[in-house]
């Protein structure tokens, strides 16, 4: 069974840092794009960052020059790093990845994990 689990999620001050994990564990034969998406309260699920199989990046306006989405392919790992944390980066953050069993893609999701930055 595949898996996305999450670490590194807590309460930081603004102008902060914090750096979120997220490694796939379970039997699959690759991954194609991992990438964090957040949901603040009473609002919509909202892409953060992307992170191609090659390393290519995709990031959204609000976060850009603050955030930096990496991944380490042999540990089927993705980060993000977030600098210069806004009250407003407060969500819930969630992992997602498009993984392979060898016959299809399919998305996967982790359990998510809280970011809260104080003012």
């Known amino acids: 069974q595949v898996q996305l689990v999450e670490s590194g999620g807590g309460l930081v001050q603004a102008g902060g840092s914090l750096r979120l994990s997220c490694a796939a564990s379970g039997s699959f034969f690759g991954i194609n794009a991992m990438g964090w998406y957040r949901q603040a309260p009473g609002k919509q699920r909202e892409l953060v960052a992307t992170i191609t199989s090659r390393g290519s990046t995709n990031y959204v306006d609000s976060v850009k020059g603050r955030f930096t989405v990496s991944r380490d392919n042999a540990k089927n790992t993705v980060y993000l790093q977030m600098n210069s944390l806004k009250p407003e980066d407060t969500a819930v953050y969630y992992c997602?990845?498009?993984?392979?069993?060898?016959?299809?893609?399919?998305?996967?999701w982790g359990q998510g994990t809280q970011v809260t930055v104080s003012s």
């Open positions: 997602n990845a498009d993984i392979s069993n060898g016959i299809r893609f399919r998305e996967y």
